[in-house]
């Protein structure tokens, strides 16, 4: 049975170090606990953790966030696809949205050339994850890596150790949710529940794969985040600020302590995770009038000195045509609201 279990799929993931972080078994757990259910497959060198969302009368939206394709023949493996199938019709998928991990430009397979393999699958027009993000090579020397910054954030970085902030790791949940909600409120983005922070804090931080991180003044938390790592990645994925003593800039130290803390894991770049999805000549020239939604985030991000990039459009395959219709339909009112 193609079909795995989850020490099975942990034990599959040891054979792929660089498989993307969303696609770990602690993933899937976390994903469980709020409203999914993870099913798991591994067809020989290839594999695949699709989430289930549960809709009205027995239907559900199968989503695989970023699978694992050791090479370009395991993309096109018919025996694979069938087995993907097979679990997304018995589980009543409408449709699986997949993100495939690989960025536009990098790719191991030519977008089209996937589409016209597998002629089920459609391009996508929407991603789950923030499609354009910006990544750092955080290989060399500290003193490379601060060469490489722009010249504010290198200056922000020493101002903020100059100014008394210190940073360390952290376990108070509960403040970091509060945190979130101030951050969320600020810069007009979803935060999760503190249950949701919490669970993923206690699958993530006891194997060394996440830390939460908080810089502080004189004992004050003023900004923390959640930082991951597998192999030779790292994502921030989770950050949080509050309104007081900024002028300290507690942030850029903190991004700075959270890259370190990579680099000693061995990550040898570090994702962003999610900046505007505009190409940079539009960002460029918006970014010092604009502080709404990711704006505001990408004039913070860009100063680390890493490479705009954006992933792979995702794809859909569709399995209920006419609700698949509705699902599009209902997606083009929201975006319009």
């Given at each position: 049975m193609p079909e795995v279990?989850?020490?099975?799929?942990?034990?599959?993931?040891?054979?792929?170090?660089?498989?993307?972080?969303?696609?770990?078994?602690?993933w899937g757990e976390l994903k469980s606990a709020f409203g999914w259910d993870a099913v798991r497959l591994v067809v020989d060198e290839t594999g695949m953790q699709i989430l289930f969302r549960k809709l009205p009368f027995g239907f559900t939206v199968a989503y695989a966030p970023k699978p694992v394709f050791s090479n370009q023949s395991s993309?096109?493996?018919d025996q694979f696809w069938n087995e993907v199938d097979s679990i997304c019709k018995k589980n009543r998928a409408i449709f699986l949205k997949l993100e495939p991990d690989s960025w536009e430009a990098e790719s191991i397979f030519p977008l089209s050339s996937f589409i016209f393999h597998l002629s089920s699958f459609i391009l996508s027009p929407h991603n789950i994850q923030p499609p354009r993000s910006i990544v750092i090579d955080i290989r060399g020397t500290e003193e490379d890596l601060?060469?490489?910054?722009?010249?504010?954030?290198?200056?922000?970085?020493?101002?903020?150790?100059?100014?008394?902030?210190?940073?360390?790791?952290?376990?108070?949940?509960?403040?970091f949710h509060k945190m979130m909600l101030v951050t969320g409120g600020r810069d007009n983005f979803g935060v999760h529940s503190l249950?949701?922070?919490?669970?993923?804090?206690?699958?993530?931080?006891?194997?060394?794969?996440?830390?939460?991180?908080?810089?502080?003044?004189?004992?004050?938390?003023?900004?923390?985040?959640?930082?991951?790592?597998?192999?030779?990645?790292?994502?921030?994925v989770y950050g949080a600020s509050n309104d007081e003593e900024r002028n300290r800039m507690p942030t850029y130290l903190l991004q700075w302590e959270a890259i370190k803390w990579a680099r000693a894991k061995g990550a040898?770049?570090?994702?962003?995770?999610?900046?505007?999805?505009?190409?940079?000549?539009?960002l460029e020239a918006d970014f010092e009038r604009r502080g709404d939604?990711?704006?505001?985030?990408?004039?913070?991000?860009?100063g680390f000195g890493g490479e705009l990039r954006r992933a792979s459009q995702a794809l859909d395959r569709v399995y209920n045509p006419l609700l698949y219709k509705l699902y599009l339909w209902r997606m083009a009112g929201r975006e319009a609201e």
């Open positions: 279990n989850l020490p099975e799929w942990n034990r599959f993931l040891q054979t792929q170090p660089h498989a993307h972080v969303l696609q770990t078994g602690q993309v096109f493996s601060l060469a490489r910054m722009k010249q504010k954030t290198r200056y922000n970085i020493r101002l903020a150790e100059k100014k008394g902030i210190t940073v360390r790791a952290w376990d108070d949940i509960s403040a249950e949701y922070y919490r669970r993923a804090y206690e699958l993530f931080q006891p194997s060394g794969t996440a830390e939460l991180l908080v810089a502080e003044f004189e004992g004050q938390p003023l900004a923390a985040l959640m930082v991951f790592a597998r192999g030779r990645r790292a994502w921030y040898e770049e570090y994702d962003l995770w999610g900046v505007p999805d505009e190409d940079e000549a539009k939604g990711l704006w505001g985030v990408y004039r913070f991000k860009r």
